[in-house]
Nanobody, 129 residues
């Protein structure tokens, strides 16, 4: 049975740091595209970090570049999102996602429109000003 379970998020002050984790069961990570997405109130779902687990390529939008870092631990089937220099606009529900890797599809669709197969339940991150 496939499951993606995010850690509890939390409340953090502006400028603070937080690490989210995603425990993945049901498949090994190495042939998947793994991503973190977020949805703020009244806004659409947006990608914030992605890793091609097959070759290690990472992707970030400009809004989080140099502040967020995605990583994985294949031995423990864990996905992480390290967030630093947090801003109030980072407040959102954060989701982890996974999709079987198909290189040509990833090249065509990009990481944010990739057809992810599995999603976590989401975890709230609130950044206070």
């Amino acid at each position: 049975q496939v499951q993606l379970v995010e850690s509890v998020g939390g409340l953090v002050q502006t400028g603070g740091s937080l690490r989210l984790s995603c425990a993945i069961s049901g498949f090994g990570l190495d042939y998947y595209v793994l991503g973190w997405f977020r949805q703020a109130p009244g806004k659409v779902l947006a990608g914030v970090a992605c890793v091609n687990a097959k070759d290690g390529t990472t992707y970030y939008p400009d809004s989080v570049m140099h502040r967020f870092a995605i990583s994985k631990d294949s031995a423990y089937n864990m996905l992480y999102l390290n967030m630093s220099s947090l801003k109030p606009e980072d407040t959102a529900v954060y989701y982890c996602a996974a999709g079987q890797i198909e290189d040509s599809l990833l090249a065509r669709s990009g990481p944010w429109r990739y057809p992810y197969d599995y999603w976590g339940q989401g975890t709230q991150v609130t950044v206070s000003s």
